[in-house]
């Protein structure tokens, strides 16, 4: 087999780097890797005008790091390597050449700046939050491990596709950055964003003015007070009502909300692709989201909207469902079981003992079932 060089007729690869991260952060005696479990939290007391911004530091934390590397793929063939900006640039090339793209071998590369640019940019992101939302304190979190969500008997893992992809360069140091220097914790057993949505309940209790930041979509199923988001990636503060909410379909095709009627759409008919959660697994017969949301719109009652969604549901799975989850064991459950399975994977404990189940909701609003 011939192994003479392959000529990308250009000029040679440049070469990246990844700084040795080891002297990133000074000699403090802050302990980066310690989790809290929600109940060990010490949550500070604040004066009555004050207002918080309670930050999801893994949000903040992946937008700096993830525009912190330059992604460029690298191809290779005949043991000579070239880098191109993406794949269809490369593509195109070989279209151009005649040549077969999938004689290449080729691969991701992150190329990331300076260590200190992206705390730099860390730093201001948080400075740059605080003034936007006008707060005069701010909290933040970051998800540690054991997510109790992780052995829900789901057909597919949760977040199972999120593994094998490729991380931002600093997305750790970031978020060790903020522990050292912005005072952040580390959460264990639940995920960050049921934490922050805790501390934005408790805040609320204790009225207190509080804003949430986060992109997350998951964080607009709150429906027990009105919740103010900042989300970075638009630059806007919404307050969603509280109560059933709304639902809207989003550039003629993605249904988003917010209040109950998101938290009962998600759980119980659209899902999440990317969480990997999804109840129309056990549909016996097709029913999407347009449909959804034509048939509860204009409900505006609760318990009408909680009734209507419980009739559908238990039309859709029937009495029992049969089925193997991801770790090849078989279950038998009925429609009840199942919708609690996947309420379990969309709703946000607000507290550390929180036991609000699907059930106790239909309870609370009388609807039978």
């Given at each position: 087999m011939s192994t003479k060089p392959f000529n990308f007729y250009a000029t040679p690869i440049g070469s990246s780097y990844k700084k040795n991260l080891e002297e990133s952060f000074d000699s403090s005696d802050v302990d980066v890797t310690k989790e809290y479990f929600a109940h060990e939290v010490e949550t500070p007391k604040y004066p009555k005008n004050s207002k918080v911004l309670v930050?999801?530091?893994?949000?903040?934390?992946?937008?700096?790091?993830?525009?912190?590397?330059?992604?460029?793929?690298?191809?290779?063939?005949?043991?000579?390597?070239?880098?191109?900006?993406?794949?269809?640039?490369?593509?195109?090339?070989?279209?151009?050449?005649?040549w077969d793209y999938d004689s290449f071998v080729v691969t991701d590369l992150l190329k990331p700046v300076p260590i200190e640019n992206c705390l730099g940019v860390l730093k201001r992101a948080v400075k740059n939050a605080m003034e936007r939302v006008k707060a005069t304190h701010f909290e933040l979190y970051i998800g540690g491990s054991g997510n109790f969500r992780d052995q829900l008997p789901l057909p597919e893992k949760y977040k199972g596709s999120r593994t094998g992809g490729i991380r931002p360069t600093y997305l750790s140091d970031c978020k060790d950055y903020l522990i050292k220097y912005k005072g952040a914790k580390r959460i264990k057993g639940r995920e960050c964003d049921d934490f922050v949505q805790q501390r934005m309940f408790e805040l609320n209790q204790q009225g207190i003015e509080a804003v949430l930041y986060s992109n997350d979509k998951d964080a607009r199923i709150e429906w027990r007070y009105p919740i103010t988001i900042y989300n970075p990636d638009k630059d806007d503060i919404v307050t969603y009502k509280d109560g059933l909410g709304e639902?809207?379909?989003?550039?003629?095709?993605?249904?988003?909300?917010?209040?109950?009627?998101?938290?009962?759409?998600?759980s119980m008919i659209v899902g999440d692709v990317t969480d990997c959660y999804l109840p129309r697994h056990f549909f016996n017969k097709q029913y999407g989201a347009k449909t959804w949301y034509k048939d509860v719109c204009d409900i505006e009652d609760t318990t009408?909207?909680?009734q209507f969604a419980v009739d559908k549901f238990k039309s859709l799975v029937g009495d029992e469902a049969t089925y193997t989850d991801w770790t090849g064991v078989t279950h038998s459950k009925n429609w009840l079981e199942v919708a609690e399975m996947y309420f379990s994977c969309a709703y946000m404990r607000v507290y550390s003992e929180d036991e609000t189940t699907l059930e106790s909701l239909l309870k609370e609003h009388d609807v039978e079932y």
């Open positions: 930050l999801d530091g893994d949000v903040i934390s992946f937008k700096v790091a993830a525009v912190s590397d330059d992604r460029v793929i690298v191809v290779k063939k005949n043991n000579t390597t070239k880098e191109f900006k993406n794949r269809t640039e490369f593509k195109k090339l070989c279209k151009l050449k005649g639902l809207w379909i989003q550039d003629g095709k993605h249904l988003k909300g917010s209040g109950l009627k998101w938290l009962i759409s998600q009408e909207f909680l």
